[in-house]
């Protein structure tokens, strides 16, 4: 099953893959895919997720350079029938081993940065709480592409590193405006934080909603059913028809995640 997505995204995979080994090597020390392509399978408007580990910090030229080809090889989903929307994240080896909290972040490529990158606005290094999110995902689920496999190169994220990066996320999501125009990702992305929560796993995001499903009121039940049949390709997204309801689903989900992890 995963050779197979794998397969499915390979050309488009080698492009990627080319443009950073050309532009980071000889400071390249792994590529990892992770995310759908290895755990569950690609859906309708999954990206191709990677993360990078280099041994030193990039410098602006190779920043800007390397942004920029990216674009070149990414879609926003969609939008085009050959190329998926890629997200890359790249990590220095020395900012996470030995892993500590927050980490830093290097560089992270995404779709929703493309008017910015074409206006010459350039994202630099950031302290991410996600990387312990992401970095979780990657060694329970992720392929060498590069060097070695998840789990001999980066460290464990304790889990209350892990909790303490999913709660950080929950202030996100206060009111309508902070989910307007994602509905259905906010929706999935708290079902998986409160998988995560109660479980110390992370899964795909349909798995974590059938988990999700089976333990909310029936009256917030309808949201994510919807959330996850567009996410799959089943159904028309009409999440943001549903305001009153998604915003009493948001607080629920948020209220049953912190009863968790504080």
Same mark, same amino acid.
């Given at each position: ?27 390249? %020390? ?15 408007? &999954?990206?191709?997720? %990677?993360?990078? *580990? ?7 030229? *190779?920043?800007?350079? %390397?942004? #920029? ?45 493309? /008017? ?6 350039? !994202?630099?290094? *950031? ?11 990657? =060694?329970?689920? &992720? ?16 889990? @209350? ?5 999913? #709660? ?5 999501? /206060? ?9 259905? /990702? ?29 333990? %909310?009121?029936? @009256?917030? @039940?309808?949201?994510?059913? !919807?959330? =996850? @049949? ?33």
């Amino acid at each position: 099953m995963r050779e197979a997505v794998i397969a499915e995204v390979s050309t488009q995979l080698s492009e990627v893959v080319g443009v950073i080994e050309r532009h980071l090597e000889p400071t390249l %020390l792994a590529v990892h895919l992770y995310g759908s392509a290895v755990d569950g399978g690609l859906k309708p408007h &999954s990206d191709i997720d %990677l993360l990078v *580990t280099v041994t030193v910090r990039l410098d602006e030229t *190779t920043r800007r350079a %390397l942004i #920029n080809d990216l674009l070149e090889t990414s879609a926003s989903p969609g939008e085009s029938e050959i190329l998926r929307a890629v997200e890359v994240t790249i990590v220095v080896h020395d900012d996470i081993i030995p892993w500590r909290y927050p980490a830093k972040r290097e560089l992270q490529f995404g779709e929703w940065q493309r /008017n910015d990158i074409l206006a010459g606005i350039f !994202e630099p290094a *950031t302290i991410d709480i996600d990387l312990a999110i992401l970095l979780t995902k990657a =060694r329970e689920h &992720s392929v060498a592409l590069v060097g070695p496999a998840a789990e001999e190169l980066f460290d464990p994220v304790p889990e @209350q590193d892990l909790f303490e990066a999913l #709660n950080e996320t929950l202030t996100l999501w /206060n009111s309508p405006p902070d989910w307007a125009g994602d509905e259905r /990702n906010v929706v999935l992305t708290l079902s998986r934080i409160w998988y995560s929560a109660v479980t110390g796993k992370i899964a795909p995001k349909d798995v974590a909603a059938d988990w999700a499903m089976e333990r %909310l009121p029936a @009256q917030y @039940q309808p949201v994510i059913l !919807e959330a =996850r @049949q567009a996410y799959l390709g089943q159904e028309e997204d009409r999440l943001a028809s549903r305001a009153d309801q998604l915003e009493e689903f948001v607080h629920y989900v948020k209220g049953e995640i912190t009863k968790v992890v504080g």
